[in-house]
Protein backbone atom coordinates (compact mmCIF):
# COMPACT_ATOMS: atom_id res chain seq x y z
CA UNK A 1 0.00 0.00 0.00
CA UNK A 2 0.67 3.37 -0.90
CA UNK A 3 -0.41 6.55 1.04
CA UNK A 4 -0.20 10.18 -1.02
CA UNK A 5 -0.93 13.28 0.20
CA UNK A 6 -1.06 16.58 -2.01
CA UNK A 7 -0.28 19.55 -0.56
CA UNK A 8 0.53 23.21 -1.92
CA UNK A 9 -1.81 24.14 -4.37
CA UNK A 10 -3.64 27.27 -4.15
CA UNK A 11 -4.74 30.86 -6.19
CA UNK A 12 -1.87 32.35 -8.30
CA UNK A 13 -2.29 35.38 -11.14
CA UNK A 14 -1.42 34.17 -13.77
CA UNK A 15 2.19 34.01 -15.25
CA UNK A 16 2.95 33.18 -11.51
CA UNK A 17 4.57 30.01 -10.18
CA UNK A 18 3.43 27.11 -7.84
CA UNK A 19 5.11 24.15 -5.99
CA UNK A 20 3.34 20.89 -5.33
CA UNK A 21 4.37 18.87 -3.23
CA UNK A 22 3.41 14.72 -2.67
CA UNK A 23 4.31 12.90 0.16
CA UNK A 24 4.32 9.14 -0.12
CA UNK A 25 4.31 6.95 2.73
CA UNK A 26 3.60 2.84 3.52
CA UNK A 27 5.97 1.86 0.50
CA UNK A 28 9.44 3.21 0.20
CA UNK A 29 9.19 6.07 -3.06
CA UNK A 30 11.96 4.33 -4.91
CA UNK A 31 10.06 1.92 -5.46
CA UNK A 32 7.44 3.16 -7.22
CA UNK A 33 7.31 5.51 -10.79
CA UNK A 34 4.93 8.84 -9.79
CA UNK A 35 2.95 10.88 -12.23
CA UNK A 36 0.58 14.26 -11.71
CA UNK A 37 -2.50 14.20 -13.14
CA UNK A 38 -5.23 17.21 -13.38
CA UNK A 39 -8.89 17.11 -13.64
CA UNK A 40 -10.39 20.32 -14.91
CA UNK A 41 -14.06 21.29 -14.49
CA UNK A 42 -16.32 19.17 -16.92
CA UNK A 43 -13.20 17.62 -18.46
CA UNK A 44 -11.05 14.44 -18.53
CA UNK A 45 -8.35 14.13 -16.31
CA UNK A 46 -5.07 14.17 -18.28
CA UNK A 47 -1.76 13.80 -17.62
CA UNK A 48 0.76 16.51 -16.67
CA UNK A 49 4.12 14.99 -15.62
CA UNK A 50 5.91 11.59 -15.04
CA UNK A 51 8.92 10.46 -13.11
CA UNK A 52 11.02 7.01 -12.92
CA UNK A 53 11.92 5.51 -9.46
CA UNK A 54 15.84 6.58 -9.96
CA UNK A 55 14.50 10.04 -11.38
CA UNK A 56 16.50 9.94 -14.38
CA UNK A 57 13.72 10.00 -16.95
CA UNK A 58 10.74 12.54 -16.89
CA UNK A 59 8.33 13.27 -19.44
CA UNK A 60 5.86 15.83 -19.69
CA UNK A 61 2.48 16.46 -21.32
CA UNK A 62 2.97 19.11 -24.43
CA UNK A 63 1.10 21.89 -23.01
CA UNK A 64 3.35 22.18 -19.84
CA UNK A 65 6.28 21.42 -20.97
CA UNK A 66 8.79 23.87 -20.81
CA UNK A 67 6.98 25.10 -18.02
CA UNK A 68 6.57 22.58 -15.21
CA UNK A 69 9.61 20.41 -13.94
CA UNK A 70 8.96 17.55 -12.01
CA UNK A 71 11.62 15.59 -9.28
CA UNK A 72 11.66 13.70 -6.73
CA UNK A 73 13.69 13.09 -3.30
CA UNK A 74 13.15 9.06 -2.17
CA UNK A 75 15.30 10.01 0.97
CA UNK A 76 12.13 12.57 2.23
CA UNK A 77 9.71 10.17 -0.14
CA UNK A 78 8.39 13.08 -1.83
CA UNK A 79 7.81 14.06 -5.66
CA UNK A 80 7.19 17.51 -6.21
CA UNK A 81 5.90 19.59 -9.40
CA UNK A 82 7.35 23.56 -9.89
CA UNK A 83 5.34 25.16 -11.79
CA UNK A 84 5.56 28.96 -13.77
CA UNK A 85 4.43 30.37 -16.44
CA UNK A 86 1.45 29.66 -14.62
CA UNK A 87 -1.99 29.98 -17.48
CA UNK A 88 -5.55 30.25 -16.73
CA UNK A 89 -5.81 26.68 -18.59
CA UNK A 90 -3.93 25.50 -15.54
CA UNK A 91 -6.61 25.72 -13.76
CA UNK A 92 -7.63 22.18 -12.06
CA UNK A 93 -7.40 19.83 -9.02
CA UNK A 94 -4.03 17.90 -9.31
CA UNK A 95 -3.58 14.45 -7.96
CA UNK A 96 -0.11 12.83 -7.85
CA UNK A 97 -0.36 9.01 -8.56
CA UNK A 98 2.19 5.50 -8.03
CA UNK A 99 2.56 2.99 -10.45
CA UNK A 100 4.36 -0.19 -9.11
CA UNK A 101 5.48 -0.76 -12.94
CA UNK A 102 8.82 1.13 -13.13
CA UNK A 103 9.30 0.30 -16.68
CA UNK A 104 5.26 1.23 -17.97
CA UNK A 105 5.43 2.53 -21.35
CA UNK A 106 1.88 3.87 -20.68
CA UNK A 107 2.54 6.20 -18.13
CA UNK A 108 0.64 8.90 -19.63
CA UNK A 109 -2.43 7.01 -18.57
CA UNK A 110 -4.35 7.53 -16.03
CA UNK A 111 -5.09 3.38 -15.42
CA UNK A 112 -1.65 3.05 -15.16
CA UNK A 113 -1.35 4.07 -11.95
CA UNK A 114 -2.16 1.69 -8.56
CA UNK A 115 -2.60 4.58 -5.67
CA UNK A 116 -3.86 8.39 -6.01
CA UNK A 117 -3.75 11.26 -3.21
CA UNK A 118 -7.05 13.14 -2.76
CA UNK A 119 -6.11 16.24 -5.10
CA UNK A 120 -4.86 19.46 -4.22
CA UNK A 121 -6.66 22.98 -5.75
CA UNK A 122 -5.00 25.22 -8.58
CA UNK A 123 -6.69 28.27 -9.52
CA UNK A 124 -4.94 30.41 -11.66
CA UNK A 125 -6.64 33.66 -12.61
CA UNK A 126 -6.51 36.11 -15.43
Known amino acids: QVQLVESGGGLVQAGGSLRLSCAAS????????MGWFRQAPGKEREFVAY????????YYADSVKGRFTISRDNAKNTMTLQMNSLKPEDTAVYYC???????????????????WGQGTQVTVSS
Open 97 to 115: AADLNLYSASYYKGDEYDY
Open 51 to 58: ISDTGKRA
Open 26 to 33: GRTASSVA
